[in-house]
């Protein structure tokens, strides 16, 4: 008994968004983790959107609410970056202070 994989297929606009988090500053790792793609994937993506030739299946419709959680995730990935180097920047000026 063979198990069949499934290939998930995008619409342009998650892609886009997708490479817009990357040309925004956020890695690829953390990008793709916060989107839920293999960071190869986005990599992909992003060197085929800089070519001009980014594509997307037509097929799946991404609907408002999923593009806003996708939004939301990634700012709160970032906002959880800023987090954690303000919290590593404050235990260093701690150390410095003694």
């Given at each position: 008994?063979?198990?069949?994989?499934?290939?998930a297929r995008y619409t342009l606009e998650f892609k886009q968004e997708a490479v817009r988090l990357v040309e925004g500053g956020q890695s690829i790792a953390a990008a793709a983790r916060t989107l839920g793609v293999v960071d190869q994937t986005l990599f992909n993506w992003v060197k085929a959107a800089r070519l001009g030739k980014l594509t997307g299946a037509d097929s799946k419709v991404v609907s408002a609410e999923q593009m806003e959680i996708s939004r939301l995730r990634a700012e709160l990935a970032r906002v959880k970056m800023e987090r954690d180097i303000l919290g590593k920047a404050m235990a260093y000026f701690a150390k410095a202070a003694k």
């Open positions: 008994m063979t198990k069949t994989i499934r290939r």
